[in-house]
C-alpha cells in the first residue's frame, strides 16, 4: 500500500500527531524532504486527525493581528482595495496609489499632516463669497472650493485632481461641532453642492472642508471612513 | 451561487491575492488560533506563531493540492506542526506555563471531542479505542502533549506510552479505512 515499514508507518502517524521530541521531527523532516512516501504518509495522518480540530472553539486573535502577518508579506506595495478594514494598512495602501497618480506630494505620503492654504479674496457684502483652499502640504495643485455664501451653495472645480483607481474622493463640510455633511465628489468635473438651508454665514465662515477616500459611492452610513487628503477653513476677506 | 470556500480562497491566495488572503484569515484564523493556544498555551507565544503559520500559508498556498485533502487540514497540519516545534525547541516539556486566564476560555479537549461530528467516522472509530489509550491520543492531539509528559501523567513507561499511542493510531486507521 504505502511502500512502508512498521516503523516508518509508525513515524509518520507519531509526526502528525506530534509527540516526537524535537530531535526525532527534525529527522522525520528532513527525511520527508528525501522521500515523499514519508510525506504522504504524514499528510494522509494529518488529515485524517484533523476533523478534532473542528471540535475546538474558536478564539479570535487580538485585533490587529492582520495587519502584523501582512506587514511581513513580501512587498511590492499591494494595489487598493475594498476589503480591508484597517485604517494602518488602507492608508499606506492608498498613499502608494495617489503617490502613482501624481497627485500627493511624497511630503503628505510621509505626514499626511495636511497644510491649509488659504486665498483672501474681496467680497461684496452682505452675503460674502468665500473660498476654501484646500491643498496638501507641498507643491502639488490645491483643491478649490468657492462658497457662494448668498445662495447657500459651493462649487468645485477640481479639473486636474483624480480620484485613485476604484476609491472615491468625498467633500466633506464640517461645521464647528458639527458632523461632516457630505459635499459630493471630486471626479474632475464641475458641481455645484448646496449648504444647509440653515447655516448662518457665521457657521459658514468657521467652517472647513475636508476630502477624504472612500470606497465607490462614499462613506458608508454617510459619514467619512477614510484618510483625509485635503482639508482648509474657509475663509474670507 | 455557491459561497467561497476555503479551497477557493488558498487557489486565489496562491496568485497573490491579499483579499483572498484576508477572507482566508477572517474565515480561518479563530480555529487556528484556538488550535494554537490549546497547544502552546501562552498568548504571545500562541501570536507569533499564528502570524508564522499565515505566512507559510502564504508562501504555501501554490503547492496546495485539493486532491490531497481539504483546505482545513491543511491548514490545521501547519498550525499544528508550527505549535508543537514551538513547544519542543522550547523544552517545556513539563514546565509548560499554563496562561490560566487564557485556558479558561478553552473548552476541555474531552468536550471538543464530543462535538465531532460522526460525519468522518471519527468519532465512532475513537470510540473503539481503549479509554487510556483514547485520552493519550487526544492528550496530544490537542495539548501537544509529549511522550514523556503522557508518561509522567499516566504513571508508565515512555515505551509503554508509544506502544499504547501506535495501538491506539493503528485502531483508529484500521476502523477508518475499514468503513471508506
Redesign the interface.
Known amino acids: 500500500m504505502s511502500g512502508l515499514d512498521d516503523n516508518e508507518a509508525?513515524k509518520a502517524?507519531?509526526y502528525?500527531?506530534?509527540?516526537?521530541?524535537?530531535a526525532e521531527?527534525a529527522a522525520f523532516e528532513a527525511a520527508m524532504a528525501r522521500d515523499s512516501k514519508l510525506a504522504d504518509a504524514a499528510?494522509d495522518?494529518?488529515?485524517?486527525?484533523?476533523?478534532?480540530?473542528?471540535?475546538?472553539?474558536?478564539?479570535?486573535?487580538?485585533e490587529g493581528?492582520?495587519v502584523?502577518?501582512?506587514q511581513?508579506?513580501p512587498s511590492p506595495a499591494?494595489?487598493l482595495?475594498?476589503?480591508?478594514t484597517d485604517d494602518v494598512v488602507r492608508l499606506r495602501r492608498l498613499l502608494a496609489g495617489w503617490r502613482r497618480i501624481g497627485l500627493v506630494s511624497s511630503a503628505l505620503a510621509a505626514s499626511l499632516g495636511v497644510a491649509l492654504l488659504v486665498r483672501h479674496v474681496s467680497v461684496p457684502a452682505p452675503a460674502p463669497n468665500m473660498l476654501a483652499v484646500l491643498s496638501p502640504k507641498g507643491a502639488q495643485a490645491p483643491l478649490v472650493v468657492r462658497v457662494e455664501a448668498g445662495a447657500r451653495q459651493v462649487v468645485v472645480a477640481a479639473a486636474s485632481i483624480r480620484p485613485p483607481a476604484g476609491r472615491s474622493l468625498e467633500l466633506w463640510y464640517i461645521a464647528k461641532g458639527q458632523k461632516p455633511l457630505a459635499m459630493g465628489f471630486i471626479d474632475q468635473t464641475r458641481h455645484v453642492q448646496a449648504l444647509p438651508a440653515s447655516a448662518t454665514d457665521d457657521e459658514i465662515r468657521g467652517a472647513i472642508f475636508a476630502v477624504t477616500v472612500e470606497p465607490p459611492g462614499g462613506g458608508p452610513n454617510g459619514q467619512p471612513t477614510g484618510p483625509i487628503v485635503y482639508s482648509g477653513p474657509v475663509s474670507i476677506d | 451561487m455557491k459561497p467561497l470556500q476555503a479551497e477557493d480562497h488558498v487557489r486565489a491566495v496562491a496568485r497573490g491575492d491579499?483579499?483572498a488572503?484576508?477572507?482566508l484569515?477572517d474565515a480561518a484564523?479563530?480555529?487556528l488560533?484556538?488550535?494554537i493556544?490549546?497547544?502552546v498555551r501562552n498568548r504571545a507565544a500562541a501570536?507569533d506563531v499564528?502570524?508564522d503559520v499565515?505566512?507559510r500559508i502564504?508562501r504555501s498556498a501554490p503547492q496546495f493540492d485539493v486532491s490531497?485533502?481539504?483546505a482545513?487540514?491543511w491548514m490545521?497540519?501547519i498550525a499544528?506542526?508550527r505549535a508543537?516545534?514551538h513547544i519542543?525547541?522550547n523544552?517545556a516539556a513539563t514546565t509548560r506555563p499554563d496562561d490560566e486566564d487564557?485556558l479558561a476560555?478553552?473548552?476541555d479537549?474531552h468536550?471538543?471531542?464530543?462535538?465531532?461530528?460522526d460525519r468522518?467516522g471519527?468519532r465512532h472509530c475513537l470510540q473503539l479505542i481503549e479509554a487510556d489509550k483514547r485520552a493519550c491520543?487526544?492528550a496530544?492531539?490537542?495539548e501537544?502533549?509529549?511522550?514523556?509528559e503522557?508518561a509522567l501523567h499516566y504513571g508508565q513507561p515512555v515505551n509503554t506510552i508509544k506502544t499504547w499511542?501506535?495501538r491506539a493510531?493503528a485502531t483508529?486507521?484500521q476502523c477508518?479505512e475499514g468503513k471508506s
Open positions: 509508525m502517524a507519531e502528525a500527531l506530534g509527540t516526537l521530541d524535537a521531527r499528510r495522518w494529518a488529515n485524517i486527525l484533523a476533523p478534532l480540530a473542528q471540535g475546538v472553539p474558536e478564539v479570535s486573535p487580538p493581528m492582520f502584523r502577518i501582512e511581513h508579506l499591494p494595489p482595495r475594498l476589503a480591508s | 491579499r483579499i488572503f484576508r477572507a484569515y484564523s479563530p480555529r488560533f484556538a488550535v493556544l490549546r497547544l501570536e499564528l502570524q499565515f505566512l502564504w490531497r485533502g481539504s482545513q487540514a490545521v497540519t499544528r506542526n508543537i516545534d519542543r525547541q523544552h487564557e476560555q478553552v473548552a479537549p468536550d471538543a471531542e464530543a462535538s465531532l461530528s468522518d471519527l491520543l487526544l496530544a492531539y490537542y501537544g502533549a509529549s511522550r514523556e503522557l499511542l501506535h493510531l483508529l486507521r477508518l
